[in-house]
């Protein structure tokens, strides 16, 4: 018989597909699968159209079978097989696609739809076989064919002998060598797995013989070994299903079956889509952080389905980085792939998914926070921070997504309160949204630079994340109230007495102030009275955009760069240590130097800051004991 060479390519291109199109050579089953799946659509919609065609779903399935030792693992289908001229034509022409074909001429009708788009997906089963044979019979026709190839040299093509309309895939699998290793392909539950994996939602049954155990007759405590066949894919996915079917266990269930986490999830969201993008998405809101959450290895996506078939694992693009955390899929018959199925074109379709993705998290988180305020401040804990972190990420411009998602400890509460709760009850005078940030609550409320906000009966939000400051900054207002820290040089409260009275303070004291200032040279941009302290003595503020918390953050990272924020000495002139500087001022300016590097330290160890010379400080106290 003579052997045909492929029509549209050479060997190098043929090699290029097979070794390099797909990255995982598994694939090659999800393809043949799918291209089976594919002929019995054929066969239902030419029912649509034929009155002599009665399409009997139960008729209707693909077997997988494995013979280890002819190493030889085969695929059945009852589709609509073909005839010569279109084994040719599919088969003999590299990128020609059967299914493409028939999709044009078709009008997909009752969910039912050609997911082949790309000839070329049969060849990937060269990847694990040396010799492919396909025997098929076409509906309607009295002959079957049998079509041969061993790879890039060509194939051929003979009359065959089959009963039954259909096709049969037989692939010779690959000996091994010594880097690849080709018998996991006629492994019953390798196998197996790669069909739960790629094509489990597959609508016609998969079917394959399994091998379990049963207790053996008359032989109590013994089993023994049985085949049997079983139907392997769950056919009809739960996303496929009316929501009023479905109960929070079958999600749950789905969730741990598709192993999206070890927790259960707070909160599913189901989507049927039918407009510009027709799709359906189950996503969820997990409970726990996965361990390497907040790490470079952990990768964000929903999982991509095109039409009930797998087609990526992790889906990046369906989900904005601050949105990482949401496990899940999605299914859609309107996407636009490349030659191998397994990665997406960028295009229209992509774009409007995750944008609708992205309103309906949005939308089902602030649906927690109002009505399951427990479970939304156990999701928080767990990923807040990177809702903050997409508030400062991209210099801000997600910041009306999210911002209405925040929370932050309150020190009225004593609890975490949103934005939105925040403002509602601020005074008529208040101007601004107070916050202090530190280490820890417990650190913060000790802070000395609180006392005139709390005096003054305003909330002050805590602060304790490391990027709660910087994404604040972002931020800058929210509903026109702007955010202002405690340690702020203008706190906005003073009224024009008090003004005048702060002004005053600071003429009479001029020298004293100076003075101490010469002695910090470097080390603070000025000394001052203070309008904040009430029982402590001393307190640094800033005086620029950069606090002294972002200080601390910024230089312990790699880059350390030496960050220094604009720091003021604020001295309390009603507290008694006050009548010791000026004192000191007037009759010994040793003394002076000693009380002012004493108070500058102070103020640092109060903010959390490194004393710069640990011996001199401690040398500067026992000076004080003697």
Not at 157 to 164: G, I, P, Q
Request: proline content about 2%; glycine content about 6%; hydrophobic content about 35%.
């Amino acid at each position: 018989m003579a052997q045909k060479e492929f029509k549209a390519e050479s060997k190098r291109l043929l090699e290029m597909m097979i070794n390099s199109i797909y990255t995982q050579r598994e694939i090659f089953l999800r393809e043949l699968i799918s291209n089976a799946s594919d002929a019995i659509d054929k066969i239902y919609y030419k029912a649509l159209t034929d009155d002599q065609l009665v399409f009997n779903k139960e008729d209707y399935y693909v077997q997988v079978k494995a013979d280890k030792d002819q190493r030889t693992l085969t695929i059945i289908d009852t589709g609509i097989g073909m005839t010569q001229e279109e084994l040719e034509n599919n088969l003999g022409t590299i990128a020609k696609s059967g299914s493409l074909a028939f999709k044009s001429e078709n009008e997909a009708k009752d969910g039912h739809n050609i997911i082949g788009q790309f000839g070329v997906g049969f060849y990937s089963a060269f990847m694990v076989a040396d010799h492919v044979t396909v025997t098929t019979k076409a509906l309607g026709s009295a002959e079957a064919y049998r079509w041969e190839s061993s790879g890039a040299e060509g194939y051929t093509v003979e009359v065959a002998e089959k009963d039954t309309v259909g096709t049969e895939i037989v692939l010779k699998i690959k000996e091994n060598t010594e880097e690849d290793s080709y018998d996991e392909f006629l492994e019953e539950y390798r196998l197996k797995a790669i069909i739960k994996k790629y094509s489990d939602f597959i609508r016609y049954p998969i079917k394959m013989e399994i091998t379990g155990q049963r207790p053996k007759e008359d032989a109590e405590g013994e089993f023994e070994e049985y085949r049997e066949e079983q139907v392997v894919n769950s056919m009809v996915p739960i996303w496929r299903k009316n929501k009023d079917e479905l109960t929070d266990e079958d999600y749950a269930n789905f969730y741990a079956e598709k192993r999206y986490g070890f927790d259960k999830p707070l909160k599913h969201i189901h989507v049927k889509a039918d407009g510009a993008v027709v799709y359906n998405a189950i996503l969820f809101i997990p409970e726990n952080t996965p361990f390497d959450y907040y790490t470079k290895e952990y990768e964000k996506g929903l999982e991509l389905y095109s039409n009930g078939v797998l087609i990526m694992d992790k889906c990046g693009d369906l989900l904005p980085d601050y949105f990482s955390f949401v496990k899940g899929m999605v299914d859609s018959e309107d996407l636009s792939l490349n030659i191998s199925r397994e990665m997406l074109q960028h295009d229209r379709q992509l774009t409007l998914i995750a944008k609708n993705i992205k309103s309906k998290v949005k939308s089902a988180l602030l649906s927690l926070l109002k009505e399951e305020r427990e479970k939304y401040e156990k999701f928080y804990s767990a990923f807040g921070r990177q809702l903050k972190f997409g508030v400062y990420n991209d210099y801000g411009q997600h910041k009306d997504v999210l911002q209405d998602l925040l929370l932050f400890h309150s020190s009225k509460e004593k609890k975490l309160v949103s934005l939105d709760e925040y403002v509602s009850r601020m005074p008529e005078d208040q101007k601004y949204i107070y916050y202090a940030a530190g280490e820890s609550i417990d650190r913060i409320e000790k802070l000395p630079q609180t006392e005139l906000v709390a005096d003054k009966g305003y909330e002050i939000l805590y602060f304790t994340d490391d990027v709660d400051e910087f994404a604040i900054k972002m931020l800058m207002n929210y509903k026109e109230k702007e955010f202002r820290s405690v340690s702020s040089g203008d706190l906005g409260i003073d009224s024009e007495a008090e003004e005048k009275a702060e002004e005053a303070a600071e003429n009479e004291n001029k020298e004293l102030f100076e003075a101490m200032s010469g002695i910090l040279s470097g080390k603070v941009k000025s000394v001052k009275a203070s309008k904040r302290l009430r029982s402590h003595p001393v307190c640094l503020s800033t005086e620029g955009d950069l606090s002294i918390e972002m200080e601390k953050i910024l230089n312990q990272m790699p880059n350390n760069q030496g960050i220094q924020a604009d720091k003021v000495l604020e001295i309390n002139i009603n507290h008694d240590v006050f009548q010791s500087l000026k004192n000191a001022q007037q009759n010994d300016q040793e003394k002076l130097a000693l009380y002012t590097n004493l108070l500058y330290n102070q103020a640092l160890l109060i903010e959390g800051l490194q004393v710069s010379d640990p011996v001199e400080f401690t040398n500067d106290i026992c000076k004080m004991m003697v």
